[in-house]
């Protein structure tokens, strides 16, 4: 029987969404016994979502640090050693912001094959399969050693419920006493809202938004739906937004569940970091604009009109 893993995020007892379907992912070896790794210290706080989503058992991993999270050598060494004491054959993570690093730290530490932004796992074959070429193609890896360390794309595998009977268990890590790294202050984007990169829902602005201030009916919008604001190459790169909001080949692979292109024209890079949404939907008022020939639904319109029409639209659904 597998051993498998789950690092899970969490902060003041409420687990991230995205670790979620990690969890699920987990669970395709129907012969895996899955293990929430959680480094945070409001285990029991956690504890009904984590065996309502299929955790088998909740390492909570204690080390002398009040708040672990604020030193990432410390926090690695410490999941290295949870790794090694629990004998896990795999430990999956979120290919995100903090998992892409803490993950390759692990993965150094453990001397283990690293394989991020997965985008399926086949435990029995030992295969995972990824992207390559800005999404033109995609490399079926066979991973050799052991332990493997996972990273998945944001939002690919879909959280599903399977509950499980499951019990915590404390465990004393030996951690350096040296840190070399120290999180002194997480300031948030000035986007305001979720990471583009790990966001269910976003809408996106290209060069037509026409301005850094015309983004913010982009923004009045996303609010409403509870969405990350992104962009692409061509608005970053004429100053209408940040690089951090870069959708596409040269900013970040998204894989929402709603994807709203607003004034995009559709390029290949651009596509390329987004082509795994499960639903695109396409504002626009070229009726040639490639984005149509790619998109689930096409609105031929002035995104100035539609945008703004669809806030109160849904400002409306919401106050009833």
């Known amino acids: 029987m597998a051993r498998i893993g789950v690092l899970i995020e969490a902060r003041g007892g409420e687990v991230k969404k995205t670790t979620l379907g990690a969890l699920t992912a987990a669970r395709r070896d129907p012969e895996g016994e899955v293990y929430a790794l959680l480094p945070e210290p409001n285990a029991e706080a956690c504890h009904g979502v984590l065996r309502q989503y299929g955790a088998d058992r909740i390492v909570a991993i204690r080390t002398p640090e009040a708040d672990i999270s604020l030193f990432p050598d410390v926090q690695a060494a410490a999941l290295a050693a949870a790794i090694d004491r629990f004998q896990l054959d795999a430990l999956l993570g979120v290919s995100g912001q903090a998992g892409r690093d803490l993950l390759a730290r692990i993965a150094s530490i453990a001397g283990a094959p690293l394989v991020l932004d997965c985008l399926d796992i086949d435990f029995p074959s030992g295969t995972v399969r990824k992207s390559h070429f800005s999404g033109k193609t995609t490399a079926t890896l066979r991973l050799n050693g052991r332990p493997w360390i996972l990273g998945i794309r944001p939002n690919i595998f879909p959280e599903k419920i399977d509950p499980r009977p499951c019990d915590i268990v404390l465990y004393e890590a030996p951690v350096p ?54 962009a692409s190459r061509a608005a970053v790169d004429a100053g209408f937004a940040s690089h951090a909001l870069q959708v596409g080949q040269t900013g970040k692979t998204v894989s929402p569940r709603l994807y709203i292109a607003c004034g995009i024209s559709g390029s290949v ?10 639903v695109i939907v396409a504002v626009n008022n070229d009726p040639d604009a490639p984005i149509f020939q790619k998109c689930d639904y096409g609105l031929l319109g002035d995104l100035f009109e539609v945008v703004p029409a669809l806030t109160r639209a849904l400002g409306l659904t919401q106050a009833k």
């Open 269 to 278: 890079q651009h596509f390329a970091g987004m082509k795994t949404a499960k």
């Open 177 to 230: 006493t040296l840190k070399r790294l120290v999180i002194r202050e997480v300031k948030q984007g000035s986007s305001g809202g979720p990471d583009v990169s790990e966001a269910e829902i976003i809408i996106s602005g290209g060069r037509a938004v026409g301005s850094a201030e015309n983004f913010r009916i982009l923004k009045e919008c996303a609010s409403v739906l509870g969405a990350a604001v992104g």
